[in-house]
């Protein structure tokens, strides 16, 4: 009987968790959803028909614009929980302007963390693609799909970029300390600080140049590194906190799901879920299903890690079967790769905390969470695929 009771129970609270999780959403489902897909994975025809979009862009002013927007509304934006909610509805709006050119464009996202160990020698930023470094001097960007641009906001200058550390960026954050704090945060609070202090900043300050400024919409960069950020906030989102909307809005009062997103003056409740209302996009790589991460990373962390480190920096996947279940379901992902120690990341530079108004105590606590990471990763002798 006592059993009995509290399994009701259990499936009660179940039953009143997934009520709960979609009581917020008063919009309709998406009839249709289009996907995002990594930049690196565009066809070629697909390519061209980016390129062109966004060479129409430009031509009539829309760069300009959204730096413009940007740049205006700054201090507004970063720093505080309308970071998410507004990057999500902005690079929204970009696609849609994208759209009226060609219905088929859709806004790549860059997987930053897979060229998290050398930045500068990523795909992405070859002639190819979205082109590398400014010239040295001027660092106007002389290839890729940018080059030789005349950017207009604040005024005419040449499209630039000034790679971090002399054009070698050290390198930034490990797919694996990506995956740690998303399994450990438990408020927006936390999360948007997580993100916005580690690899949001150091794309921005390593790419330097437009990327380094208010007016970074003036690199494409932008775009696909905020649909990157927009893609690891939706992970989140799916691992539990649908719904989840706490911490300071830009005047340091308590922000929650009817506040209005800024500039746009829409509740931030009405971008909190993809596939519902306007939010009719998935991202290529979008977990299927709640608590699904990575399966070659999991694989990889249940194999290598002593339980309590584990446990201690991914508590989702220490709950996971043990390494010979996950490896029968997936057998092709049980094959060893050698791998590398973590390397110590990039941290932002005094500049970029100043420019941003940035609390300066939980700055540092995102970087001694980062620094304490890669310590307990190599010190168990962890060997990172990526
Ligand atoms: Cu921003």
Redesign the pocket.
């Known amino acids: 009987m006592k059993l009995l009771s509290s399994s009701l129970a259990a499936a009660a609270i179940a039953l009143t968790a997934l009520n709960a999780a979609n009581a917020q959403q008063t919009q309709p489902a998406c009839s249709s959803v289009y996907t995002r897909p990594e930049i690196l994975s565009l066809s070629a025809s697909q390519w061209t028909l980016t390129k062109s979009v966004l060479s129409a862009m430009q031509r009539d002013g829309w760069f300009g614009w959204f730096a413009y927007l940007?740049n205006n509304w700054?201090g507004s934006?970063?720093g505080n929980s309308q970071?998410f909610p507004?990057?999500r509805r902005?690079v929204y709006d970009w696609e849609s302007v994208g759209k009226r050119y060609n219905n088929a464009f859709v806004q790549p996202y860059w997987d930053e963390m897979r060229d998290y160990r050398t930045p500068a020698s990523s795909q992405v930023l070859t002639s190819n693609w979205l082109g590398g470094n400014g010239q040295s001097g001027s660092w106007c960007v002389q290839n890729g799909n940018q080059a030789g641009w005349t950017m207009s906001f604040p005024s005419n200058h040449c499209f630039s970029r000034n790679f971090g550390n002399n054009g070698n960026p050290t390198s930034w954050y490990s797919p694996e300390y990506i995956q740690s704090f998303i399994q450990r945060d438990t408020n927006m609070a936390t999360f948007r600080s997580d993100i916005e202090y580690s690899l949001?900043g150091v794309v921005?300050i390593n790419i330097g140049g437009d990327m380094l400024q208010?007016y970074?919409?003036n690199d494409w960069i932008?775009m696909l590194h905020?649909a990157n950020l927009d893609r690891l906030w939706w992970q989140w989102q799916v691992n539990g906190y649908l719904w989840t909307m706490d911490g300071p809005n830009s005047d340091g009062s308590a922000i929650n799901l009817n506040t209005n997103i800024a500039y746009y003056n829409q509740p931030i409740n009405t971008v909190m879920q993809l596939g519902y209302g306007s939010m009719c996009y998935q991202y290529a790589s979008n977990p299927i299903r709640r608590r699904a991460l990575d399966s070659t990373l999991q694989n990889k962390l249940i194999n290598s890690l002593p339980k309590d480190v584990l446990s201690t920096w991914f508590p989702d996947t220490a709950k996971l079967p043990a390494a010979s279940a996950v490896a029968s379901v997936i057998p092709e992902l049980v094959a060893s790769q050698p791998g590398k120690s973590i390397p110590f990341p990039a941290t932002l530079t005094q500049q970029w905390i100043n420019m941003h108004h940035y609390n300066q105590a939980d700055v540092n606590r995102v970087q001694n969470d980062a620094r304490n990471f890669v310590n307990a990763m190599n010190k168990a002798g962890y060997k990172s695929p990526y």
Do not use: D, V
């Open positions: 940007h700054f934006i970063h970071f507004f990057h902005f949001h921005h208010g970074s919409p932008f905020h």
